[in-house]
C-alpha cells in the first residue's frame, strides 16, 4: 500500500503526502497533528482505536524522537491493538508486511524528525 517513503515524504496509491498522516481501514488521514508534538497521546489516536484494529503501527520519525505516552502504551497493553513502534523507514516495511497479509491494521506516521 505505502510505495515509497522518504525524509518528510510518503508516497500511497500513487498520492504524495508530506504531512504526518494515519492510515486507518486502508484510508489514509493527511495531516496528523499531535496535541503534544513529539508524544502520541490517547486522544491523538482515538480515531485508530474506534476503528478496532488489530495492530497500530507508530512510525515514529526518521532518528524516531516520536514517542508513545505511557498513559496510551498502558492503554493499548490492556485493550489493543498490539503497538509495534520503529522508525518511519522499518514501520513502513511492517504496516505493507501486514497489510500484505490481510491484517487489520493501522498506522500513524511521523514523515520527518
Not at 27 to 35: A, T
Not at 59 to 85: A, F, H, M, N
Request: aromatic share 8%; glycine share 10%.
Amino acid at each position: 500500500m505505502i510505495e515509497k517513503y522518504s525524509f518528510g515524504r510518503m508516497r500511497i496509491m500513487g498520492q504524495n503526502y508530506t504531512d504526518d498522516l494515519k492510515i486507518i481501514k486502508g484510508r489514509v488521514i493527511p495531516g496528523w497533528w499531535r496535541q503534544n508534538g513529539h508524544r502520541v497521546l490517547v486522544e491523538d489516536v482515538q480515531d485508530i482505536l474506534d476503528a478496532q484494529p488489530e495492530y497500530l503501527v507508530i512510525g515514529r520519525g526518521r532518528p524516531g524522537l516520536l514517542r508513545v505516552d505511557p498513559g496510551l502504551r498502558s492503554e493499548l497493553e490492556e485493550q489493543g491493538p498490539q503497538l509495534i513502534e520503529l522508525s518511519t523507514a522499518r514501520a513502513v516495511q511492517e504496516f505493507n508486511r501486514l497489510y500484505a497479509e490481510g491484517r487489520n491494521v493501522a498506522a500513524g506516521f511521523h514523515l520527518s524528525c
